[in-house]
């Protein structure tokens, strides 16, 4: 089966960068959608960024667009999510998620299909 394992959360100061890792163990990336979600504490699960998987189409949540860039790398067959001028409101347990390959994709979680165990990112001063 398709395995996600997330790594490069942390405590972070607000207006401070972090980048975020998906990397992928038996299957290859390549032709599945990613996406990259988050949730705190009593909160709903939302999505924050998502890639197609020919990589030429991103899209991202309006609370995080200009902020957060979201990347393939094949050759590591890894998906990245770089978030930099980070605010506390972007505190959450971020994960992220595999879609089973179709025409349409988006950053809804109920899309997707293959999750991770997710990484704590923490802003705070």
């Known amino acids: 089966q398709l395995q996600l394992v997330e790594s490069g959360g942390g405590l972070v100061q607000p207006g401070g960068s972090l980048r975020l890792s998906c990397a992928a163990s038996?299957?290859?990336?390549?032709?599945?959608?990613i996406g990259w979600f988050r949730q705190a504490p009593g909160k709903e699960r939302e999505g924050v960024s998502g890639i197609s998987g020919s990589g030429g189409s991103t899209m991202y949540a309006d609370s995080v667009k200009g902020r957060f860039t979201i990347s393939r790398d094949r050759a590591k067959n890894t998906v990245y999510l770089q978030m930099n001028s980070l605010k506390p409101e972007d505190t959450a347990v971020y994960y992220c998620?595999?879609?089973?390959?179709?025409?349409?994709?988006?950053?809804?979680?109920?899309?997707?299909?293959?999750w991770g165990q997710g990484t704590q990112v923490t802003v705070s001063s």
């Open positions: 038996g299957f290859t990336l390549d032709y599945y959608p």
């Open positions: 998620a595999a879609k089973t390959p179709s025409t349409g994709w988006g950053l809804s979680p109920n899309e997707y299909d293959y």
